[in-house]
């Protein structure tokens, strides 16, 4: 659920990017010079470190409608001095003002083999698995506000363990409002209901907020999100509320040209009322139950060539349960989960923006509770596709 989110921003950002590229180039091709700006534009080029004479140029443009323009000044002050905090606003500014409407779709479906999806329940029966998630963003400006919208629908189908066959659909929405320099913040209202063991697993509503930046190339962003939660009466969980706050850090060319970097730390509290005595998935899903959650993924993607992206990656996480005790030495139940993977993928393989993915991962859960312990061995291989599905692919336009 949530990887599937991540990979969504890190490739919408770069759609982001170049779409604002492109769009700041049509700007200020159908507009001309004035000669106040020719003016400052040559005192710059006498003086290209003149913090001062770029901040005025970039705002005489800015106002003049000369938006890339205004937009390579902005980056220039930041250059010089990445602490500039009106270079930082302007920035900001004029890339949300540039930005196009954008809707992006990224959708992955295939299969997977797992070695023990009972995790610690018996029998211990591997089998193979159907996967398959769509996650969608959109960003567009309505009545001068700009809008944003995400969503992810996904799920397991068990073939031998059909009890656990699992589906989530969920959505948040809210503007993108200027917060400070070179930050914007979404605040963001949403919910999500699940499937479970042939019936309605849980709903939930839920508010966000988050501040998030695209500065130097690096991504930035910090969720803080409280949300209800009511379970089926069938289950064994009931209800309540959960807090989390999320980190991610997108870092390009961290180990040369080619190498991304992203990092992802988070702190969870729980007070869902009942036991966490049912399988979800361990890795993707939040358990029920009442625990304070600290945990961390580290992912390093690799270039090896334009055919091949080497993934690497490694998620943690402790987990301390208030009301969950061990029979045995009557202590309240504390889990260590730590999934070690590894991905390769084919970039374009079937079709521009559509790739083959193969994932690993091993999930080891070591708690204090030795009837909670076990290991999971997952492999999965998948076609990911990312396309806007407002527009119509090219083949259709074709007679």
């Given at each position: 659920?949530?990887?599937?989110?991540?990979?969504?921003?890190?490739?919408?950002?770069?759609?982001?990017?170049?779409?604002?590229?492109?769009?700041?180039?049509?700007?200020?091709?159908?507009?001309?010079?004035?000669?106040?700006?020719?003016?400052?534009?040559?005192?710059?080029?006498?003086?290209?470190?003149?913090?001062?004479?770029?901040?005025?140029?970039?705002?005489?443009?800015?106002?003049?409608?000369?938006?890339?323009?205004?937009?390579?000044?902005?980056?220039?002050?930041?250059?010089?001095?990445?602490?500039?905090?009106?270079?930082?606003?302007?920035?900001?500014?004029?890339?949300?003002?540039?930005?196009?409407?954008?809707?992006?779709?990224?959708?992955?479906?295939?299969?997977?083999?797992?070695?023990?999806?009972?995790?610690?329940?018996?029998?211990?029966?591997?089998?193979?698995?159907?996967?398959?998630?769509?996650?969608?963003?959109?960003?567009?400006?309505?009545?001068?506000?700009?809008?944003?919208?995400?969503?992810?629908?996904?799920?397991?189908?068990?073939?031998?363990?059909?009890?656990?066959?699992?589906?989530?659909?969920?959505?948040?929405?809210?503007?993108?409002?200027?917060?400070?320099?070179?930050?914007?913040?979404?605040?963001?209202?949403?919910?999500?209901?699940?499937?479970?063991?042939?019936?309605?697993?849980?709903?939930?509503?839920?508010?966000?907020?988050?501040?998030?930046?695209?500065?130097?190339?690096?991504?930035?962003?910090?969720?803080?999100?409280?949300?209800?939660?009511?379970?089926?009466?069938?289950?064994?969980?009931?209800?309540?509320?959960?807090?989390?706050?999320?980190?991610?850090?997108?870092v390009p060319n961290a180990f040369g040209s080619g190498a991304v970097?992203?990092?992802?730390?988070?702190?969870?509290?729980?007070?869902?009322?009942?036991?966490?005595?049912?399988?979800?998935?361990?890795?993707?899903?939040?358990?029920?139950?009442?625990?304070?959650?600290?945990?961390?993924?580290?992912?390093?993607?690799?270039?090896?060539?334009?055919?091949?992206?080497?993934?690497?990656?490694?998620?943690?996480?402790?987990?301390?349960?208030?009301?969950?005790?061990?029979?045995?030495?009557?202590?309240?139940?504390?889990?260590?989960?730590?999934?070690?993977?590894?991905?390769?993928?084919?970039?374009?393989?079937?079709?521009?923006?559509?790739?083959?993915?193969?994932?690993?991962?091993?999930?080891?859960?070591?708690?204090?509770?030795?009837?909670?312990?076990?290991?999971?061995?997952?492999?999965?291989?998948?076609?990911?596709?990312?396309?806007?599905?407002?527009?119509?692919?090219?083949?259709?336009?074709?007679?």
């Amino acid at each position: 659920f949530f990887r599937c989110r991540f990979i969504a921003v890190a490739t919408y950002l770069l759609a982001v990017m170049a779409l604002v590229t492109a769009t700041s180039s049509r700007v200020d091709a159908a507009a001309g010079s004035s000669p106040s700006l020719d003016a400052l534009y040559a005192q710059i080029l006498a003086h290209p470190g003149n913090i001062e004479l770029n901040l005025r140029f970039a705002d005489l443009a800015e106002h003049s409608g000369y938006l890339r323009w205004a937009l390579s000044a902005y980056e220039r002050v930041v250059l010089l001095d990445p602490n500039n905090s009106e270079g930082l606003a302007g920035l900001t500014r004029v890339r949300r003002q540039l930005q196009p409407n954008t809707t992006l779709l990224t959708v992955q479906l295939g299969s997977q083999y797992e070695s023990a999806p009972h995790y610690y329940l018996k029998p211990l029966r591997p089998e193979w698995e159907a996967v398959g998630s769509a996650a969608l963003l959109d960003e567009r400006t309505i009545n001068g506000v700009r809008w944003r919208t995400d969503g992810v629908l996904g799920g397991v189908v068990h073939t031998r363990n059909s009890e656990l066959s699992y589906g989530v659909v969920g959505a948040d929405t809210g503007p993108v409002l200027d917060a400070f320099p070179g930050w914007a913040f979404h605040p963001a209202i949403g919910g999500s209901a699940s499937y479970f063991d042939h019936r309605f697993y849980y709903g939930e509503g839920a508010v966000s907020g988050t501040l998030d930046s695209l500065a130097g190339g690096i991504y930035r962003a910090f969720t803080v999100r409280g949300a209800y939660r009511s379970y089926a009466t069938f289950f064994p969980s009931n209800e309540g509320p959960y807090v989390e706050a999320r980190a991610k850090v997108a870092v390009p060319n961290a180990f040369g040209s080619g190498a991304v970097v992203m990092l992802s730390p988070w702190v969870l509290w729980s007070n869902i009322s009942g036991n966490a005595n049912v399988v979800v998935p361990t890795i993707t899903e939040l358990q029920p139950g009442a625990y304070t959650e600290v945990g961390g993924r580290i992912d390093i993607l690799k270039s090896l060539t334009n055919w091949l992206v080497l993934g690497l990656n490694f998620q943690a996480m402790s987990r301390n349960y208030r009301t969950d005790l061990v029979l045995i030495t009557n202590e309240r139940r504390h889990d260590i989960i730590t999934s070690p993977g590894i991905s390769f993928t084919f970039p374009n393989l079937f079709a521009y923006q559509t790739d083959l993915r193969f994932d690993y991962h091993y999930i080891y859960d070591h708690s204090n509770d030795p009837t909670k312990r076990f290991n999971d061995h997952v492999a999965m291989a998948s076609v990911v596709a990312r396309f806007d599905p407002t527009t119509a692919p090219a083949w259709a336009s074709k007679p």
